[in-house]
């Protein structure tokens, strides 16, 4: 039956990492792939989980298995850290996942199980993997205006507007924050408007949180979320801790699920038998990670102020580049820069602009023109505010 096989579409950014490897140029710039870097361009590990670790390994007895949804104390310090007290805990339900993307595949699949008819609406543009997943699952998506090409901020009015179609038995997917790809975020105004179309429509709104503290710290990207979950009868939340405890190789995610008219025993059942459904299992080792320093008032600290060093990081990266551009095209139009937030901006080039980025400058981002401002350091800022007015973005 295998001779029936087809070749799938190669993945857009593992193909730019390949090229990129092949480049031979001394000052090639990778912004292309999504992790954090930092101004040596390596990925570290964080000094908390550093820490964490070596209390576990000291401290562990046993490799068994923890259960379907994953260790409780992993849920209950995701959920605090994620909702605050927005919501009464009994009202909660929760899994853990192998990673954000774990926990998308299986709100997904928990949507797909209880309306096989329901329509998820998704911002134009968004994570690729989100419509792939809803692709594979042979789910119905639908687009909602969301970035505007010309002003790099957010297309709100058309937004609405495409909300306004969704009914009762949707799922509306939102960024909690630090918008992937394109770095646009919605004002805590905006977000009432959105809260009240929800509230008028009766559709479910689906959160995806993978950038937790990189945009405008914990507490200030978890508002949204916090907000939303608090005034809708029900919500799913997908959350990662690739980014902000710096572990994707780990695989460490938490599906939430708010629902105010389901008994818990019910919905915490669901979330289990999807697990065991899928992978059994979750991962444990990142998730227990998390646990410890999110429960340990020295190790919570640490991670708390390198956390913050990163994303004081990525924003002044943001007003490097911004400043060098200005100086470069006499305007502010890559002011935007400097307001977007999180990891990614889209700066609007078209796609053969890219390509002459990449082929003459030796700057790889992805086709769309999204890149990843945490592949910076202050040697390569100007050489890509050099590429960038010379391509004639």
């Not at 419509?131 to 009015?157: A, H, N, P, Q, W």
């Amino acid at each position: 039956m295998f001779e029936h096989l087809t070749a799938q579409k190669p993945d857009s950014i593992l193909q730019l990492v390949q090229m990129f490897r092949e480049d031979p140029r001394a000052d090639k710039v990778d912004l292309g792939v999504g992790v954090y870097k930092d101004a040596t361009g390596n990925t570290p590990v964080m000094r908390a989980i550093k820490a964490a670790e070596h209390q576990l390994w000291e401290a562990e007895t046993t490799k068994s298995y923890v259960g379907l949804a994953g260790d409780p104390a992993f849920s209950d310090a995701m959920i605090s850290l994620v909702l605050g007290d927005a919501v009464a805990r009994d009202k909660i339900s929760a899994a853990a996942t192998p990673g954000g993307t774990g926990a998308v595949r299986q709100a997904f699949e928990l949507i797909k199980m209880t309306n096989p008819d329901a329509r998820v609406f998704v911002s134009d543009p968004t994570w690729p993997n989100h419509l792939s997943i809803l692709k594979f699952l042979e789910m119905e998506s639908v687009s909602y205006r969301y970035f505007d090409d010309t002003t790099r901020g957010v297309d709100f009015d058309g937004m609405i507007a495409d909300l306004k179609t969704a009914k009762a038995g949707d799922v509306v997917l939102l960024h909690g924050c630090c918008h992937n790809p394109t770095g646009a975020n919605l004002t805590p105004q905006q977000w009432d408007e959105v809260i009240a179309v929800l509230l008028e429509t009766g559709a479910t709104p689906m959160i995806d949180i993978a950038y937790q503290g990189f945009g405008d710290g914990l507490d200030a990207d978890a508002a949204a979320t916090r907000a939303v979950a608090a005034a809708v009868p029900e919500c799913l939340i997908a959350a990662s801790c690739s980014k902000n405890f710096g572990i994707y190789r780990e695989r460490t995610g938490i599906l939430m699920m708010v629902a105010n008219g389901t008994d818990k025993a019910v919905s915490q059942g669901t979330l289990a038998f999807l697990n065991r459904q899928n992978y059994s299992f979750p991962p444990d080792h990142g998730a227990r990670l998390v646990t410890m320093i999110l429960n340990d008032d020295a190790l919570r600290a640490d991670w708390m102020a390198e956390l913050e060093d990163v994303r004081l990081s990525m924003l002044g990266l943001r007003e490097q580049l911004a400043q060098a551009l200005q100086q470069r095209a006499g305007s502010d139009r890559f002011g935007f820069l400097a307001q977007h937030r999180g990891m990614f901006s889209r700066i609007g080039a078209t796609p053969e602009q890219v390509v002459k980025m990449r082929e003459e400058h030796g700057i790889y981002m992805v086709g769309d023109s999204r890149m990843n401002i945490a592949g910076l350091n202050a040697k390569s800022v100007p050489i890509l505010a050099d590429a960038i007015i010379a391509s004639g973005v």
